[in-house]
């Protein structure tokens, strides 16, 4: 199985160093809405009690993240692009224990500089 993170270059950064830009495709993006379920609630509202990281708040965010950026990777892809800059998440909360991730960026064709 291949890694969809291999097949496309992902930074931060407005450019990628050793790497021209030759295209802009638009932008790529890619979003998930997670909610809680019972089991998570309970064991978060215990571990709230006590105090400290709620670990189960905290790997359901990371799958979304995960998820969030595998879905700008692949509308990239679709895009035709072979690169993500200025690549960035945004979260939101939208009510009922639910929360928004959001992952965006610049699609682009790059190419390696000579």
Known sequence: MVNIMDEI???TTPTIPGYKIIEV???ARGGIVMATHLGRDILALLRNIKGGEVKEYTQ???EAREEALRRMIEH????????VVNFRFATSN???GMAE???YGTAVVVEREK
Do not use: P
């Open 9 to 11: 270059i992902v930074v």
């Open 25 to 27: 495709k638009g932008i």
């Open 60 to 62: 359901m965010m990371a």
């Open 76 to 83: 990239a892809k679709k895009l035709g692009a072979n690169a």
């Open 94 to 96: 939208v009510g009922g």
């Open 101 to 103: 991730v959001y992952a």
